[in-house]
């Protein structure tokens, strides 16, 4: 069964204070990992698409990586505005690949 | 462009009642979809659709109808709601079924009592 898990489900920071955030899957034939970051009330907005292990993908103060079992968030010196539910999913190939497999998010405080 | 927009943002039905939320995008894609989202269950999959007159069944599709007679428009109707069904729902779409960025609507609240 594809599955998607993510840890912590909650981290706190200082601002300035760099971590990561996990993401483990299994999936039967992966097609791409995607994070989206979620504000309170608010629909999920995307940050990245991962296809191949080894890739990475960088925004600002966001850096995804990809292995075959697992993928990260690196958030460096953040901020508060980076406090947010960030969510990982995946799509695997088969009947449906439009499906997004979601884990249940990291949500991220950051304080002043 | 407005992207994916939904109504109502919140709404309240007693159980037995019917309604339908509604889904659009102005961004001509192909692939539409509906998500709930509830706690400690993160976002699951309802139905989905790949093009205009094509839908399909997603992971949670009890309880829940859909339609799509136009490429911009994909409307979530529920036939005779029920307290389980009070949840968050989202609306997706993407140029095309499969590794495209989906871009999400900014949702409805629902509360079945």
């Known amino acids: 069964e594809d599955q998607v898990t993510q840890s912590p489900e909650a981290l706190r920071l200082q601002e300035g204070e760099s971590s990561s955030l996990n993401c483990s899957y299994t999936?039967?034939?992966?097609?791409?990992l995607f994070w989206y970051r979620q504000d309170p009330g608010k629909g999920p907005e995307f940050l990245f698409t991962l296809y191949s292990a080894g890739e990475e993908k960088e925004k600002e103060r966001l850096k995804a990586t990809l292995t075959k079992k697992e993928s990260f968030l690196h958030i460096t010196a953040p901020k508060p505005e980076d406090s947010a539910t960030y969510l990982c999913a995946v799509q695997a190939w088969g009947s449906n690949t439009g499906k997004l497999i979601f884990g249940q998010g990291t949500t991220l405080q950051v304080k002043p | 462009n407005a992207g994916v927009t939904q109504t109502p943002k919140f709404q309240v039905l007693k159980t037995g009642q019917s309604m339908t939320l509604q889904c659009a995008q102005d961004m001509n894609h192909e692939y539409m979809s509906w998500y709930r989202q509830d706690p400690g269950m993160g976002l699951r999959l309802i139905h989905y659709s790949v093009g205009a007159g094509i839908t399909d069944q997603g992971e949670v599709p009890n309880g829940y109808n859909v339609s799509r007679s136009t490429t911009e428009d994909f409307p979530l109707r529920l036939l005779s709601a029920a307290p389980s069904q009070t949840s968050v729902y989202f609306c997706a779409s993407s140029y095309s079924e499969g590794t495209e960025t989906q871009y999400f609507g900014p949702g409805t609240r629902l509360l079945v009592l």
């Open positions: 999936v039967s034939g992966l097609r791409g």
